[in-house]
């Protein structure tokens, strides 16, 4: 069983940047995958970016590329998440997620893949 802890959201203003964690408790396997997805308002939830556990291979969805970098800390089982240059359409809520068991064949930007989920934390962005 692994439980997932966001925090680091807020309101910021366009242009701004914030750093989001995601503290885990409990080590699903050696295989796994960690990612961020968000969900605004009224909308369905959105990849954003993930990262191996075996090897540090990052993926990111194109509307990210460039602004967001998703990182790792092994010793402190946390995830973490540098959104800079915000813009007002970030706003949503994001949350982050465990894929167990990861075949390495591609990382998974498909919610459904992903095991374990924490609560979210929402991050606004004002223009």
């Known amino acids: 069983q692994v439980q997932l802890v966001e925090s680091g959201g807020g309101l910021v203003q366009a242009g701004g940047s914030l750093r989001l964690s995601c503290a885990a408790s409990?080590?699903?396997?050696?295989?796994?995958?960690m990612g961020w997805f968000r969900r605004a308002s009224g909308k369905e939830r959105d990849f954003v970016a993930a990262?191996?556990?075996?090897?540090?291979?990052?993926y990111y969805a194109d509307s990210v590329k460039g602004r967001f970098t998703i990182s790792g800390d092994n010793a402190k089982n946390s995830l973490y998440l540098q959104m800079n240059s915000l813009r007002p359409d970030d706003t949503a809520v994001y949350s982050c997620a465990v894929l167990t068991n990861w075949d390495e064949y591609g990382i998974p930007d498909d919610d459904l893949e992903y095991d374990y989920w924490g609560q979210g934390t929402q991050v606004t962005v004002s223009s």
């Open positions: 409990g080590r699903p396997s050696s295989n796994y995958v």
């Open positions: 990262i191996s556990w075996v090897d540090g291979t990052t």
